[in-house]
Antibody, heavy 120, light 109 residues
Framework: QITLKESGPTLVKPTQTLTLTCTFS??????????VGWIRQPPGKALEWLAL???????RYSPSLKSRLTITKDTSKNQVVLTMTNMDPVDTATYYC????????????WGQGTLVTVSS | EIVLTQSPGTLSLSPGERATLSCRAS???????LAWYQQKPGQAPRLLIY???SRATGIPDRFSGSGSGTDFTLTISRLEPEDFAVYYC??????????FGQGTKLEIK
């Protein structure tokens, strides 16, 4: 059974850097073709893809946020970390991490999500 | 960037009725690269359909997906009370690799 869980601060101040950790089980990020992605959802709004890291350390970013995002993995700890710099109140959202299987281009399953509020 | 437009924004139906949700892409999308998700309040999205028409593991057969090119459809043949939720389509393409539609809210009439 694959599970993922996001962790990190619930409140950050404007201009600060957000660091979120996705801890997963049930799969290995060293398995060929596997990836872990980050998706966010502002309250009452739609989903927005942010970043994805593959088993071979290939990294993909949303072009609109690329300058602010960094995604890394620690295979030994079964963790993926997303950092987002220069946080703004518009970045207030629930942040999800999700598994992507080999030869898949969809996300399944997803973590429960973590709500991050950006406010001074 | 491929933009996905879902319609209607809100669909009001009764249990037992048939639901038809639309997802239209601004450019042609490979059928292999189109997925549908269901999201209930306070929950993470759940994969329903991938490859435009393949049901994910554990998804009831009342859910079906179809379409090609720029027009895709999610159909729920007979609505159950637990099907009332928000539905999103998602495509895989290039830069950005992944985009989602704005969602269709399926509510009880």
């Amino acid at each position: 059974q694959i599970t993922l869980k996001e962790s990190g601060p619930t409140l950050v101040k404007p201009t600060q850097t957000l660091t979120l950790t996705c801890t997963f089980s049930g799969f290995s990020l060293s398995t060929s073709g596997v990836g872990v992605g980050w998706i966010r959802q502002p309250p009452g709004k739609a989903l927005e893809w942010l970043a994805l890291i593959y088993w071979d350390d290939d990294k993909r970013y949303s072009p609109s946020l690329k300058s602010r995002l960094t995604i890394t993995k620690d295979t030994s700890k079964n963790q993926v970390v997303l950092t987002m710099t220069n946080m703004d109140p518009v970045d207030t959202a629930t942040y999800y991490c999700a598994h992507q299987g080999p030869v898949a281009n969809w996300f399944d399953p997803w973590g429960q999500g973590t709500l991050v509020t950006v406010s001074s | 960037e491929i933009v996905l437009t879902q319609s209607p924004g809100t669909l009001s139906l009764s249990p037992g009725e048939r639901a038809t949700l639309s997802c239209r892409a601004s450019q042609s999308v490979s059928s292999s690269y189109l997925a549908w998700y269901q999201q209930k309040p306070g929950q993470a999205p759940r994969l329903l359909i991938y490859g435009a028409s393949s049901r994910a593991t554990g998804i009831p057969d009342r859910f079906s997906g179809s379409g090609s090119g720029t027009d895709f459809t999610l159909t729920i043949s007979r609505l159950e009370p637990e099907d009332f939720a928000v539905y999103y389509c998602q495509q895989y393409g290039s830069s950005p690799e992944y985009t989602f539609g704005q969602g269709t809210k399926l509510e009880i009439k």
